[in-house]
């Protein structure tokens, strides 16, 4: 009689061994399943944030080049309005005239991956939600960028346009010939010359604070980048 009254008991045991062989078995596939995805998440944001860094120090490079030459122009301008008397080499200024005559610069920035994230929706495959900040933010401020330094191509349009109208110099010359020194003087001295390089001025400025802030921010996302790859 215990014998009988013992095999219910050791078959209810073994019905719960067997039903939480299950669930641990089930509950460890999950978690196994869950660590792979979690590896190649991982992976697949480290890829981007290498691309990312790649990307960005190529922008730091080339906003680099941007901010140097809209400063030069900035004191090539000054440096032709300045107060000056008798005393001041008109082929100075007439070389300051052709380098604000001669070209711009605009910076042009490879966003390859930034697009694909922001296009695609996948800013939320990066785990760190400042980063998402920043790049969310970075095509407003490139397009602030673009906006001014279109405005320093118009202004050097009209500049140019006027100094070859004028027959002041060619445009890409590089040496001032004593024999026009006289002329030049008296163009040098036309008030709508001081004007467009005013308004060249102005506009030179205005890219040059924007590629400053544009420079500022490619540094901090780099720093954010850096940190989260080590």
Known sequence: MEMSS?????????AVIDFLVVVFGILAAFGLDASWDRFIENREETRILLALQEEFSQNQSGVANAVRRHREF????????APRDSSTPTDSLVQYLARLSRGWVTFNS?????????RGGRLPTLQDFE??????????SMADLAESEGRTIKAYDDLSLFVAS??????NTRVVRNEF???EKEVLTDPR???????????????????ERVAAEIDSILERIQRLVR
């Open 131 to 140: 980063l998402q900040r920043m790049l969310a933010a970075w095509p407003g």
């Open 74 to 81: 900035v004191e090539w301008a000054d440096a032709f309005l």
């Open 193 to 211: 010359i001081a004007n467009l390089i005013i308004r060249r001025r102005i506009e030179e400025g205005e890219a040059l604070t924007d590629s």
């Open 6 to 14: 013992n095999t219910p008991r050791k078959g209810l045991r073994r």
């Open 110 to 118: 490879p966003n390859g991956t930034t697009e694909a994230l922001l």
């Open 166 to 171: 004028e027959s002041l110099f060619p445009i």
């Open 181 to 183: 020194l006289e002329f």
